[in-house]
């Protein structure tokens, strides 16, 4: 018996747990270690880089300008075609408008530029039928506001008479302008609340 008390006595020896706790303490150390370093690498690495990607944004929150910019896309869901809209480019917002059909394009957007009661508008040609689109929401909604037939369109602005043909006549201030032949040259302005057909087209100078 006291044999056998004598074989189990380094059976009850504990000295080694603190050995054990040690080495669980150090992998967890390595662990976590690895994980900073990882997390570091992320905000660091290069041009991919979290930190980079911040810089990114934050610049080009500082560049931001007004400048809208529009684009068609077919929705898959409705086979209907969609326009999104974007100021930097890179975050675009679907738009609220009427559908013009696959062959309608969006020529050219023009604004007031206003800081208070800015207006957008939006000229939209299908072949020689246009269709003038104005927004007061920055792009978000868009609402038609005359239609008429041209076979070509020679300016679509807003600012001065300056910039038109001697023949097509002068108005004070800035306005919508938008000159297009349909036979003869028409202009038509507007302050952007209110759009009319001309009833006359330019005047034959005389010699």
């Known amino acids: 018996m006291g044999r056998l008390k004598y074989w189990l006595r380094p059976l009850r020896n504990n000295r080694g747990e603190g050995s054990i706790s040690t080495g669980v303490k150090v992998i967890i150390a390595v662990v976590i270690g690895a994980l900073i370093l990882g997390g570091l690498y992320l905000l660091f690495a290069g041009d991919k880089g979290i930190l980079s990607k911040v810089s990114d944004e934050v610049e080009d929150m500082m560049?931001?300008?007004?400048?809208?910019?529009v684009e068609?896309?077919?929705d898959e869901a409705t086979g209907k075609y969609k326009v999104r809209y974007s100021y930097d480019g890179k975050r675009w917002q679907d738009a609220d408008m009427p559908d013009y059909g696959e062959t309608a394009t969006v020529e050219?957007?023009?604004?007031?530029?206003?800081?208070?009661?800015?207006?957008?508008?939006?000229?939209i040609s299908d072949g020689d039928?246009?269709?003038?689109?104005?927004?007061t929401d920055g792009g978000i909604h868009w609402a038609e506001q005359i239609t008429f037939t041209a076979t070509s369109i020679t300016h679509f602005y807003y600012g001065t008479s300056a910039s038109l043909p001697s023949t097509s006549g002068s108005f004070q201030g800035e306005r919508f302008v938008c000159r297009y032949k349909s036979g003869n040259f028409y202009t038509m302005t507007s302050d952007g609340t209110r759009w009319v057909k001309p009833t006359w087209s330019d005047l034959i100078p005389i010699s």
Request: glycine share 6%; charged share 25%; no cysteine.
């Open 63 to 69: 560049g931001y300008t007004q400048e809208l910019r």
């Open 72 to 74: 068609k896309q077919l």
């Open 108 to 123: 050219k957007i023009i604004s007031n530029n206003a800081e208070s009661g800015r207006i957008d508008a939006m000229l």
């Open 129 to 135: 039928k246009k269709a003038i689109l104005t927004s």
